[in-house]
DNA sequence: GAATACTGTTAGCCATTCCTAAAAATATTT
DNA sequence: AAATATTTTTAGGAATGGCTAACAGTATTC
């Protein structure tokens, strides 16, 4: 082996230099070309801010770029931006199944947070939706009954009933 | 009636300014005064930014500031505080009672995340840790099976002595 | 009350991230 | 292939938020 690779991200980007890595790696997947026009569409931005932030990720090491060439992930681009994805999808994730949030608000909440959130809390998200789901006192009837708590402020009522539920599993 | 006050918090301010306004909070509560020393060395940051935050809050309205002055947080200011120390303290919450993550990972991830969260995002998580502790389905029960699940990858295998527990409440 | 120490402010600088307008390169059309 | 259209880059500027070093006020001590 001539020389290891950068085993893990070392830190974090800004949250604007995330927000390119994972706009770019997503229409890469979808179109195989990621253009300057549609990554300023998608973020919102000036064309010319695309190609700051392009320079700023190609300083980093996370894309090949070149002026008017197509740019690519680099691997530890890739690495980083499959983080984020990871991350965003994390929180959507648990915004949907567990607090019952509308899409809308979940993809939201999710694009702000994914820049924030420590990778520990990421991990006990993504563990705590799994247990959720598995566990016999979670599932759909804990989280219809928190769907009912949030509309009348109480708890379920028919609380046998419920774990009666639960038993049959 | 003179004239309304601002109903509600209008928009949402920097995460840095958030930050300001929160540590002068805590500080006036504290110790009565907040001084820029001290909100510059809680905030790590120099005596001279803190000097500018306070032209930068007392522009948007939400402290009382002259030069060599005590500083008051006006009514708006206090409002604001409020609401960003309540998002601090939700998320926090959520951390620790139901993720079960550590105090400090928790305090870092609420410092991190309080800016970007939204409201509606924040109030179902209130909701959802008062529903899991008061839910009979919830509870230590669920919270100590998702310790375990964190840790074993499992899911309790003693579910019936575990749900004669919810049915005994 | 004068000297000293501490705190707060100003001045000037830097990096980031956005912008618009103009110029350069590439692609398309005729 | 020349003209036109589109895309990308450059140039220059603004706002935010941080810094250091020097200066100005306030407090304390002798």
Redesign the interface.
């Given at each position: 082996m001539p020389g290891k690779q950068p085993a893990t991200t070392p830190k974090r980007l800004s949250a604007s230099l995330e927000d390119y890595l994972e706009t770019i790696f997503h229409i890469i997947a979808e179109k195989q070309v990621a253009r300057a026009k549609e990554i300023a569409s998608t973020l919102k931005v000036s064309r010319s801010s695309v190609t700051e932030a392009f320079r700023s990720l190609s300083q980093k090491g996370l894309i090949n770029y070149a002026p008017y060439e197509v740019i690519t992930l680099t691997p530890a681009g890739q690495e980083m931006a499959k983080d984020v994805i990871l991350r965003h999808r994390a929180l959507k994730d648990f915004?949907i199944k567990?607090?019952?949030?509308g899409e809308k608000?979940a993809e939201?909440?999710a694009c702000?947070?994914e820049?924030?959130?420590?990778k520990?809390?990421i991990e006990?998200?993504t563990?705590?939706v799994s247990?959720i789901e598995?566990?016999?006192?979670?599932g759909s009837?804990?989280i219809s009954?928190?769907t009912k708590?949030?509309q009348t402020g109480k708890?379920?009522k028919k609380?046998?009933e419920?774990?009666a539920h639960?038993?049959e599993?």
């Open positions: 915004f567990v607090l019952a949030v608000i939201e909440g702000k947070i820049h924030a959130a420590p520990e809390i006990r998200l563990q705590f247990f598995q566990c016999p006192r979670g009837d804990l009954g928190f708590y949030c708890t379920d609380c046998k419920c774990i639960c038993l599993k």
